[in-house]
């Protein structure tokens, strides 16, 4: 099995320890400017860490030889398999502190690969940690612990081919190890889109989407990965199951929800038919600032609950608006999108900046010709986002603490929710460090009875302590967000970091079904260990 | 505790045995008159059944002093709680074969007296069948079977309140036992409405509705209960919950998807958060003609896969049109609804109605104006619907097998399973009674991805043999479901009734959670066995 780390699709190579390509990362006169703006980090960036340095050892298990052909122990890919893409992970990198890295690296290509993986780890007691894209930002691809001799990352991108068209249900049979841009590439031919853009597009598949119940590309109505699938197959360690193509079924509990969300621990999806959406013709966006923010609050929620349904209904805070170029006034900024493959979309977008601009708004609808630029701050948001997490790479290099959580809230909940953890997270952070932090916030999804905020928080941090220091933040942000009654996670999943406050919210019956649900899926207790359920 | 049947609303009183009001009933002329457009039904009406001549024996089961309060021993309610009101159990009824009547009907005020009677029911093995407004069509109110020396009904209806209205994030704290009209007229004085109507509305109750994932108002997008679903409270034999009052949430699998459809197998639901609408300010209806049913599907899955989003979109093939008095030429009928809070709707009722044209129908768009009459065969097809159940009991009455059932499919199946439902639910209908039989068929809901189609039969019957006769008819059409991947139900549970196919339907790992959730929920197995789980 070839160990490289080469995007066969791109040709270019994928970093093991930070995000993305390594030939995007800023070097180290960016980090270094980048760094400056945060008082406090380092005067030189820290060195970027080398596979060579880590603790890699001979593997615990081997597999036989009918799988040796689907398995390898190779260093590069085991370190590239060892965790997922948070700050933490980059950090523990960076520090030479890494997760435990597994034994093996498996890349089935076909179920009955997956079957026999199963098989030989439930008899050996080998952990198995489905991986994807491994961007998980929430602990959610390492092992943790020592229950299990042996680790083994189930790498399902060796299974990332389109199957089936269906155009006149407008959906597609597609295996779970697609990541984003391959997808989309098979389905262009078609005229056909699942338009499912996280951050990590580019570096995520299907199957960590529709694991991780993972946020998409529209910002009101159908947000989540989950209203998209048409029908799962998941092969679990008690058997493999697909369930009907349908476009609807009142026939008992969903058993594709059950399955969505469950991160890996109950089995794992290896395909699905997912509903797809003709490719737009239609778009119009604009952007809308506001001197004040809660009032733009009130403006986004008369949107959300108009039935305008824009695709993209982002507001930005002045920190955020500021960093991604969206505004340098100290503005607040609604950007918003919308998006037809069948009708035009300029009334509606009309009719949204109105409401916007009727809660004290200013700003207009841009030309909704489809090949007129974007406006610019929507465009220049669009560019610094994707950007952002290279760049949180380098700040982290620069010894930043620097990482983002997001929540999901009641419209009567979310002000004083995004007051408090403006202030009490920030206060964490700056005590945490002596140093001054930032907490910005945006709103990423809106609904008619509420609204998804996105935090990001950046401060110097202390050489060394980084993890500590962002652990002991992150503690208090999940204590800010249970009082408030808000979300542990809107669409970043629970992983293992997040187990305490999902612990919190979780109602104790669904926890019981979800333990008797595990033992009869899982009863060697290989899945995934740690994440969900002990 | 009050034995009556009278409703506390209306002042009118329930039938315990046939559909909705007994003033409401066809009177014995209206039942020959009905009766004689089905060739081979009796004569003379069936006689009204009398609770007095059911065979109704002492309770098997006591309940404690400190829950008699709660706890009724009556016939009459204990007759009225022995079955639902699908033909089958209206048939029963007329026959003098009804199901196992219930020993005791429990009616609770508040969440204790539910755990409380759980926790009695438990301990002397007594069954519990959870009990809305009792309109289950599929067998989901009794009990079948000897395994339980006793049966207590589980009467939700005196928690039929609206405890809290939260406008900002315009959503209700709800009483499961609310009947829809008790519900919608504790929301109007706040200009609020869930908007949820099934044909049952009148004589069904939000906890009914969740239980069951029932199909409601909207035709497209939000079809059904489940999507209005912010939080649910419940109760089961291994302790209560709530989940978090939430817009959304990504984390683990969604808890109040897992008790949606559980149909009182796993928990009772007490009370639920639900998200509301502003009641609709623009409204306009139209239908629209077709000479060809084919033609007519193609027309209405363009509609469906339009972002038009109407509200009603239902497709009637002729029978159903010449029932309904929609249409006495023959056509097929397209009716469309649109509404808004927000915004006119006139233009994409004409945008509907002109991709309806480009497929070959043949109508306009009726004035919008909300003040006006609704197009004439709209109103007809709605008056036609609320009285549908009446008419079946009559119909009954007169010897006939009359019934419905319902599936949804992908679009590529939609057409086939159709003609072969047709077609070979109509020839077993004829065969199993001699006389010549009737199929009709609607479209009642549809998704970019498929419909939901809806069939009518209706056959003179052969006195006395009814019900096989209905259950042998039935076994044919779930075959036929079966062979072309279409759901058991779309929005009318699995119940007993539907066990076959829903176990054919249900992916084995999932039937393997279920199984160990409800060992681990309800482990003395009393919440309406047999419902779901063997």
């Given amino acids: 099995m070839p ?41 030189r960036p820290l ?5 060579a340095d880590l603790p890699i050892g001979r593997p615990a298990a081997t597999p036989p030889a009918s799988l040796a052909h689907l398995v390898t122990a190779d260093p590069q890919a085991r370190a590239a398999h060892a965790m997922g893409k948070a700050y ?28 026999d993986l199963l098989d030989w780890a439930g008899e050996h007691g080998v952990a198995v940690i489905p991986f994807g894209g491994g961007s998980s930002v929430v602990g959610g691809v390492e092992y943790r612990g020592e229950a299990h001799h042996a680790v083994l990352s189930l790498d399902l991108t060796s299974m990332g081919r389109v199957l089936e068209i ?12 697609a990541l984003g841009p391959a997808l989309e590439a098979q389905l262009r031919p078609h005229g056909l889109t699942l338009r ?18 993972a946020g998409g590309h529209y910002a009101t109505v159908h947000t989540h ?53 003709e490719r737009p013709r239609h778009k119009a966006s604009a952007s809308v600032a506001f001197a004040d923010f809660h009032r733009a609050l009130d403006a986004v929620r008369a949107i959300a609950q108009s039935d305008l349904a824009p695709a993209n209904c ?52 841009a030309p909704a010709d489809r090949d007129s630029p974007p406006d610019a701050a929507v465009g220049a948001w669009r560019s610094a986002f994707l950007r952002m997490p290279y760049l949180r790479d380098g700040l982290a290099r620069m010894g930043a603490v620097v990482e983002t959580f997001e929540t999901a809230a009641t419209w009567g909940a979310v002000p004083a929710l995004i007051d408090a953890v403006r202030t009490e997270v920030g206060a964490a ?26 935090f990001t928080v950046a401060v110097a941090g202390r050489p060394g302590d980084e993890v500590e220091i962002w652990d002991d933040i992150k503690a208090v942000a999940t204590e800010v967000l249970h009082r408030h009654r808000a979300t542990i996670t809107h669409h970043h999943a629970v992983g293992r970091d997040h187990r305490p406050g999902y612990d919190l919210q979780r109602p104790d019956p669904f926890a019981r079904a979800l333990r008797a649900a595990k033992d009869a899926l899982d009863p060697h207790r290989i899945l995934n260990p740690g994440v969900l359920l002990d």
């Fill in 3 to 43: 160990a490289t780390a080469t995007d066969p699709q791109t040709s270019r190579t994928r970093s093991w320890w930070g995000w993305g390509y390594t030939d995007a990362h800023p070097d180290d006169a960016e980090c270094i400017a980048t760094g400056a703006l945060l008082p406090g980090t380092l005067a």
């Fill in 47 to 51: 060195p970027i860490p080398r596979v």
């Fill in 88 to 115: 933490r992970d980059v950090i523990r990198a960076l520090r030479g502190r890494p997760g435990r890295i597994p034994d093996l690296v498996a890349r089935p290509t076909r179920d009955q690969d997956v079957a």
């Fill in 166 to 177: 269906d155009t006149a249900a407008r959906s597609a049979l597609i295996q779970a190890g």
């Fill in 196 to 213: 499912h853009f996280p951050q990590s597009f580019e570096f995520s598949t299907l199957g960590g989407w529709l694991a991780t119940r």
């Fill in 225 to 277: 990965i989950d209203d998209f699938v048409q029908s799962l197959r998941v092969i679990t360690p008690a058997g493999a199951g697909t369930s009907w193509r349908l476009p609807a079924s009142g026939a008992g509990p969903s058993p594709d929800r059950f399955f969505l969300g469950s991160e890996g621990t109950l089995g794992v999806i290896t395909e699905a038919w997912m509903r797809l959406r």
């Fill in 314 to 365: 982002r507001l930005l805070d002045p920190g955020e608006a500021l960093l991604s170029g969206a505004s340098h006034e100290g503005s607040t900024v609604l950007v918003l999108g919308f998006e037809s493959a069948t009708s035009p979309v300029d009334a509606r977008l009309t009719a949204a900046v109105d409401l916007a601009r009727a809660h004290g708004g200013r700003g207009e609808a």
């Fill in 429 to 454: 952070a700056a005590k945490a460090t002596g140093h001054p932090a930032t907490v910005n916030c945006r709103l990423t999804h809106v609904y008619p009875d509420g609204a998804a905020p996105y």
